[in-house]
């Protein structure tokens, strides 16, 4: 597999962007060096971007962060959360019922923000489940914590939503579990996962693709450092895909990792991409 050292190659290719965050454009702590100056080259070239993010809060709280972190918002043009797509979701006549109980930390409430839904902390007074991650009273190294409280909810058979398909993301150094790997659990228990919404699900990519205004899907591409999430997403959305080796690539392939070796593990996952990308640098 051909690792390309920064995303210049790719800007004659391509007119549209679609970023995958953590992990590609930061750390869950500060941008990766590099990244700033990567999207101010693809804007000076005309190129739109978009963020597509498994993160299970809404869009404009991401974007907050992002700005936190002193990324300037004119360097992309929208961005796309499986919170935003959630809270759309809890807008609609969506079948869940008025009361959830919720899995995660407090921070991700912007997915029930204006939306009627009750948060109970008991599963007998559920109708179903909001999975948006580990809280802090659990902790997010492991998932059997969560184990006794996931076992009540499967006995009642409340369905989940679970608002962030990744298993795990990389905070820094660390490796910490994220909803769908509760959701994974709750799976082995018996509890109905009654929908995940975000990547790898090729649906997400849509308002995506209507935001950055490009009909033809040749001419975008997908980064992203999971290959279950995000190259499994872009394949199935028929997007041309690169392999960010930062975030969990990097963590799972280090510093110098092995084209052959990265070939081997794309196929065992059943994608396709075109490359794979050191760091998102120009």
Request: proline content about 7%; overall charge negative; glycine content about 12%.
């Amino acid at each position: 597999m051909k690792i390309l050292d920064g995303i210049a190659p790719l800007a004659e290719r391509y007119d549209g962007f679609v970023l995958d965050l953590w992990g590609v454009v930061h750390n869950g702590r500060e941008p990766y060096p590099g990244v700033a100056a990567a999207l101010g080259e693809l804007k000076r070239r005309g190129k739109r971007i978009a963020f597509l993010s498994n993160a299970p809060r809404r869009s404009h709280v991401v974007e907050t962060l992002l700005t936190g972190m002193g990324l300037d918002r004119a360097l992309w043009d929208a961005t796309i959360t499986s919170g935003e797509l959630a809270w759309r979701l809890l807008g609609e006549a969506h079948g869940y019922g008025r009361r959830a109980l919720h899995i995660g930390p407090e921070r991700d409430l912007s997915v029930v923000e204006s939306r009627e839904i009750a948060l109970v902390a008991d599963p007998a007074g559920a109708e179903w489940v909001l999975n948006t991650g580990p809280d802090p009273e659990r902790g997010n190294g492991a998932v059997e914590p969560y184990r006794p409280m996931l076992e009540a909810c499967a006995a009642r058979g409340l369905p989940m939503l679970c608002v962030n398909p990744d298993r795990h993301v990389m905070v820094g150094e660390s490796r910490v579990i994220c909803a769908g790997a509760l959701a994974d659990l709750y799976l082995t228990l018996g509890g109905p996962v009654a929908r995940e919404i975000g990547k790898p699900d090729a649906a997400v990519y849509a308002p995506v693709l209507e935001a950055l205004g490009i009909a033809d899907r040749a001419r975008v591409v997908a980064i992203g450092d999971s290959p279950h999430t995000d190259l499994a997403g872009a394949q199935a959305a028929g997007l041309d895909a690169v392999w960010a080796l930062t975030g969990l690539a990097a963590h799972a392939h280090g510093a110098t990792p092995d084209p052959a070796q990265l070939a081997k593990v794309a196929e065992a996952e059943g994608v396709r991409p075109i490359a794979a990308l050191a760091g998102l640098r120009w």
